[in-house]
């Protein structure tokens, strides 16, 4: 409309601003409703901790106030997905903290050293002013707490300011874009108060540590197992690995590890999260998406993926990206040598099989209404089979969304390109 040039290029959702992914939710939930026919109603999923809390943690949360001098300690199993990661980025600042306190110890004791051997050396005035001038020295080096903020250059996303109060007018029109791409009306005033709020700064990347951590294990050591997340695994070994992760334990996987000790690790972290990755928000949708033409599946899985919150997105795509790479060893093959490597066996259909339930499921029933509606759960399994598999098979199309480079202007004209 004005007459620009436009260039337009790929980018991860991933190296989207806290501000950027929260509007690219609202255009992806708005063109659900408008372009997509999932018959059920879509809700934009909460974050864990943002949740009503239950009877059994607001009884933690008091016995965390009584015993506020006890030291922190983190926990993975069996909590909300981002309390998790920030258990790990508390634990891995009080680390850093006292690193940094032992080092700026040395370095005070070091700066002390040289003026000891100048007392005996000099008159007590010029002593006096010698130690004077460094007792400043470590005042400054150790009074800040808070770090230098990363260089704009070192920063990921499409923005590099702190807060949309920040912004000129060149430098909001990925947001311009987005806003294009909603109705007027579409952002209330309790929307528009609250992205004055949100940073323009990358996101830090919401991986839980213990899933990284099994990911690049299983990655390393396990893709020539044959049968791995099928094959039984040691129960004592994987119990004591939880503990170490639930204690803030800073475990590190090796290769004595057992791949399968670890796979059933991860298993059982997805499976014990009180809410699964998919949510329980968008479960109906994600499984419609099945009743839509083939060529729109894609389209709209793609959608409901930007719906989720950061953390729920940024360790869905590292699962994802884990699972095709095993899934991509699962046939017999030759090496460049010319020796016969034998697959893994875990095609994306075996393994959509076993992590499906875990990533995509309702509220758990009892037995009787399990039995009573057996026959609809046999489907509803298909179907989350099915949708899982399609996901590994394109986890890198759906991670992704069309960004402007300088002065270009972002349209949508699809759901599979959100941004055209």
Do not use: W
Not at 199 to 207: A, C, D, T
Not at 305 to 325: E, K
Request: glycine share 4%; charged share 25%.
């Amino acid at each position: 409309m004005s007459g620009r040039s436009v260039r337009l290029r790929s980018v991860p959702i991933q190296s989207l601003s806290e501000l950027e992914r929260a509007r690219l939710q609202e255009v992806a939930f708005y063109q659900l409703q408008q372009d997509c026919d999932l018959s059920c109603q879509i809700t934009i999923p909460k974050d864990g901790q943002k949740r009503k809390k239950s009877l059994r943690k607001k009884l933690d949360s008091l016995g965390k106030e009584k015993n506020k001098d006890r030291e922190f300690i983190p926990q993975a199993f069996g909590m909300p997905l981002s309390q998790v990661i920030a258990n790990d980025r508390a634990y891995k600042l009080k680390q850093d903290l006292q690193r940094d306190e032992q080092k700026d110890a040395s370095d005070f004791v070091a700066s002390l050293l040289p003026f000891g051997s100048k007392r005996q050396n000099k008159e007590l005035s010029s002593s006096n002013s010698s130690l004077s001038s460094t007792s400043e020295t470590p005042n400054e080096s150790t009074s800040p707490n808070t770090p230098e903020p990363a260089p704009r250059a070192r920063r990921r996303g499409a923005m590099s300011v702190d807060s949309i109060t920040d912004l000129d007018d060149n430098q909001s029109r990925l947001l311009e874009a987005l806003q294009l791409s909603l109705p007027a009306e579409a952002q209330s005033k309790k929307e528009k108060a609250r992205d004055k709020k949100l940073s323009l700064n990358p996101i830090y990347r919401q991986v839980p540590r213990l899933v990284d951590s099994c990911c690049q294990h299983l990655e390393k050591h396990g893709l020539q197992t044959v049968g791995i997340f099928r094959v039984g695994s040691s129960k004592k070994r994987v119990r004591q690995l939880r503990e170490e992760f639930d204690r803030g334990v800073d475990v590190s996987l090796e290769e004595e590890h057992s791949v399968h000790d670890v796979a059933a690790l991860l298993k059982e972290f997805l499976r014990d999260m009180p809410d699964p990755l998919l949510t329980r928000e968008l479960y109906t949708a994600f499984i419609n998406t099945l009743l839509l033409e083939p060529e729109e599946q894609l389209g709209a899985l793609q959608l409901l993926i930007y719906l989720l919150p950061p953390c729920n997105c940024d360790t869905l795509h590292r699962l994802l990206q884990f699972l095709s790479i095993v899934a991509r060893h699962a046939s017999d093959n030759v090496s460049k040598d010319g020796q016969e490597v034998t697959g893994n066996k875990m095609t994306s259909l075996n393994l959509a099989t076993i992590f499906g339930p875990n990533l995509l499921h309702k509220q758990k029933s009892s037995d009787k209404e399990f039995s009573v509606q057996s026959s609809a759960r046999a489907e509803e399994s298909t179907a989350i089979i099915a949708v899982v598999q399609k996901m590994i098979e394109n986890y890198e199309a759906l991670f992704m969304c069309a960004n402007t480079h300088h002065e270009s202007y972002l349209y949508h004209q699809s759901p599979l390109c959100l941004f055209n």
